[in-house]
């Protein structure tokens, strides 16, 4: 564990004691929880908003969501964790969402809890779920969902990405490091080809009540979710803003990192949802191009 100032830490730079708006029902139909209802099967939960203690969102410092999801990873949690507590920039807020683990991740998590925001330990119904429960809980303008095992590139990456001047984006994303290299995104229109243009943790999306109802995993897709959700911020939302550069360092043996049946049927359902049967067509092709290298 990390021994340092609490005010050194991206989490702790910029406390408020005043509850926020965007935490109360009658502020409309856009709003987030403080924390998960007890009725769920909650194992337990902490973290600085137990202490009144929140952060707020500004103009001049964007408030960013990093979302980090765990389940039995008692050997990788702590390296995320500090991946995102010693970022430089000022206005980070953290929610971990742990699915019940017993190995030792739980109290890995309780030793950073003075570090976190929210964090709750409680079953779900896997990762999509647990993300899911992440954006409700999330207050920040933008949300990236930094999981267990993986970790921002550098300790400026947040800072560097320069949030302030992008307030007219919905979707920023970046490169990624994997296996000591580094490989570049895609353009967003290989989305219509069936092919998720970034790696996930490469991508802050952005959360308001324009965005709120496209901000949401579709758990009937267990596998291609991610690819889903980012299809619809493509063809509802549009405007991506690319960084050219590593954002985050992808640990690999991600849910939908391996093929599987399950994975090519959600792929295709979700293309064909979003571009009908000529869409499907347009990304079997594309498939069968890149097999034969052409």
Not at 53 to 69: A, C, I, Q, R, Y
Not at 112 to 131: C, K, P, Q, R, T
Not at 201 to 226: A, E, P, R, W
């Amino acid at each position: 564990m990390i021994h340092m100032r609490k005010e050194n830490h991206s989490t702790t730079r910029k406390i408020v004691s005043s509850r926020p708006k965007i935490f109360d029902e009658e502020n409309g139909r856009f709003y987030s929880l403080v924390k998960l209802p007890q009725e769920r099967g909650k194992i337990s939960d902490g973290g600085l908003r137990f202490n009144g203690k929140f952060k707020e969102d500004s103009k001049e410092l964007p408030l960013v969501t990093v979302v980090t999801v765990v389940f039995n990873d008692v050997d990788n949690i702590e390296k995320t964790l500090c991946s995102v507590v010693q970022q430089t920039y000022s206005n980070i807020e953290y929610i971990v969402v742990d699915g019940g683990s017993n190995d030792g991740t739980l109290d890995i998590i309780k030793e950073y809890s003075h570090l976190i925001d929210y964090w709750v330990s409680e079953n779900d119904e896997g990762i999509y779920d647990a993300m899911n429960k992440g954006i409700t809980l999330a207050s920040g303008q933008w949300v990236n969902f930094m999981n267990s095992g993986d970790r921002f590139f550098s300790t400026s990456t947040v800072e560097d990405i320069g949030f302030d001047q992008l307030s007219s984006y919905n979707l920023i994303y970046g490169d990624k490091q994997e296996r000591g290299n580094i490989i570049k995104a895609y353009p967003e229109r290989m989305l219509e080809k069936g092919i998720l243009h970034a790696c996930h943790q490469s991508m802050f999306f952005k959360k308001t009540q324009h965005t709120s109802k496209v901000l949401k995993y579709n758990l009937k897709f267990s596998i291609y979710s991610d690819y889903d959700l980012v299809n619809r911020y493509y063809n509802k939302l549009s405007r991506f803003y690319y960084v050219d550069k590593p954002l985050a360092v992808f640990q690999g043996e991600g849910v939908s990192s391996t093929t599987s049946w399950q994975k090519r049927s959600d792929k295709y359902i979700s293309v064909y949802e979003s571009y009908g049967t000529v869409g499907v067509i347009r990304a079997i092709c594309f498939r069968i191009s890149s097999l034969f290298g052409k």
